[in-house]
Every structure is written in structure tokens, then in C-alpha cells.
């Protein structure tokens, strides 16, 4: 069956940094493309990060360019998102995905499998 399990969420304040890993199981991970998106109270979800399946192209959503980075080890199956200089704004539910194509996409549609997400909360 497959899964993906995301974990590193927590609670800190406004200028700290956190690392989210998404650890995928059943699935050929090598060979699926994986995004991060995220979800606020009240809002639609929304599209962080993406990356394709052998990791050397990515594509982020102007709100996070500069401050995140995607990345992905598919010898132990795991997609990583490193989130530096954190703001109140950023904090929602953080959700990874994974689809069975090479390219990148920001479409949530584009996403056969989720996560069930992980908590991060940024403090003023």
C-alpha cells in the first residue's frame, strides 16, 4: 500500500528554521515526482515546492523562493523541505505528495498521493 508520512513539524518562532522530511513507502519513489503544499485555517490549499523525480529541477511558489528548499533522496525514499527564516504566514498544515511522472508540477490535481501532514506553527 502506498504512504507517505511527513514528520519535523512543530511549534517556533518568527526567523527559526525547520525541516520537514516525507518518508514514502509501496511506491516506486524513484520514479514519482513530489510536491509540498500547505494549508491554512480557512484557506484553500496552496502549492509550496516541487521537484522531479531525479531531483535536479525545481520550482517554488513566490511566497517561499529564497527562504525553502525541496529535495529528495531516493536511495532511502525520503523528500525533504527545509524551511529557513520562518514567518507567522507560514504557519498551516504542511502536506507532501508524490505522482508516477518525471516532471514537476504545482497542481494538486497533478497528485495521486498525500500525506496526512504535519503542523507548523511560526510565533510573532
Known amino acids: 500500500q502506498a504512504q507517505l508520512v511527513e514528520s519535523g513539524g512543530g511549534l517556533v518562532q518568527t526567523g527559526d528554521s525547520l525541516r520537514l522530511s516525507c518518508a514514502a513507502s509501496g511506491m516506486p519513489f524513484s520514479i514519482f515526482s513530489m510536491g509540498w503544499f500547505r494549508q491554512a485555517p480557512g484557506k484553500e490549499r496552496e502549492f509550496i515546492a516541487t521537484?522531479?523525480?531525479?531531483?535536479?529541477?525545481?520550482y517554488y511558489s513566490d511566497s517561499v523562493t529564497g527562504r525553502f528548499t525541496i529535495s529528495r533522496d531516493n536511495a532511502k525514499n525520503t523528500g525533504t523541505l527545509q524551511m529557513n527564516s520562518l514567518k507567522p504566514e507560514d504557519t498551516a498544515v504542511y502536506y507532501c505528495?508524490?505522482?508516477?511522472?518525471?516532471?514537476?508540477?504545482?497542481?494538486?490535481?497533478?497528485?495521486?498521493?498525500w500525506g496526512q501532514g504535519t503542523q507548523v506553527t511560526v510565533s510573532s
Open positions: 505528495a508524490a505522482d508516477p511522472h518525471p516532471y514537476y508540477s504545482s497542481r494538486p490535481s497533478d497528485y495521486a498521493y
Open positions: 521537484i522531479n523525480w531525479t531531483g535536479d529541477s525545481t
